[in-house]
Antibody, heavy 120, light 107 residues
């Protein structure tokens, strides 16, 4: 079975840093692009970042560009999100999601999420 | 930046049909996906490529996309369908765009 397990969420002060991890299993990880998506309390889903299967295409939402960095490690079957210069408004549950190999790039599997709280 | 607009809420009686719209400029020129999100749970893909259902998604979920509007239809709505629903598309300028979300209440 496909499984995505996020970790690394924590309480951090504004201006701090955090690194989220997403461990994948049950599929050939290096064949799939991956996304990070977040949901702030009481808000909707917000796409954050995309990394292609070959690691050569990366996108960020404007809200995190220059502060967040996505990467992947094929040997560890994992995707990471390095979050720097965190703001109160980055408080959210962060999900990793697998991008299906289909036109339109739907996200067909999601992790359970990890909570990031930015507060002093 | 590209935007997708959904009605904030839709109410439906059990067994009736719920219709959720998603509006965006020339949305019909791109594929739309739909996700179901329940409190405390991860999002669940219910429709992709406008009208296809992933394995395990009930037939009562259907989709369409034309012009500026994508539509998710839940036929014979059940209490378990009460959730937030989000449309999503892939746009060249902002690769992933989610809609504003619609809360479906089954009264």
């Amino acid at each position: 079975d496909v499984q995505l397990v996020e970790s690394g969420g924590d309480l951090v002060q504004p201006g701090g840093s955090l690194r989220l991890s997403c461990a994948a299993s049950g599929f050939t990880f290096n064949n799939y692009a991956m996304n990070w998506v977040r949901q702030a309390p009481g808000k909707g889903l917000e796409w954050i970042s995309y990394i292609s299967s070959s690691n050569n295409i990366i996108y960020y939402a404007d809200s995190v560009k220059g502060r967040f960095s996505i990467s992947r490690d094929e040997a560890k079957n994992s995707v990471f999100l390095q979050m720097n210069s965190l703001r109160v408004e980055d408080t959210a549950v962060y999900y990793c999601a697998r991008v299906a190999i289909l036109t339109g790039f739907p996200q067909d599997y999601w992790g359970q999420g990890t909570l990031v709280t930015v507060s002093s | 930046s590209y935007e997708l607009t959904q009605p904030p809420s839709v109410s439906v009686s059990p067994g009736q049909t719920a219709t959720i719209t998603c509006s965006g400029d020339k949305l019909g020129d791109q594929y739309a996906s739909w996700y179901q999100k329940k409190p405390g749970q991860s999002p669940l893909l219910v429709i992709y490529q406008d009208r296809k259902r992933p394995s395990g998604i009930p037939e009562r979920f259907s989709g369409s996309n034309s012009g500026n509007t994508a539509t998710l239809t839940i036929s014979g709505t059940q209490p378990m369908d009460e959730a937030d629903y989000y449309c999503q598309t892939w746009d060249g300028s902002t690769p992933y765009v989610f809609g504003t979300g619609t809360t479906v209440t089954v009264l």
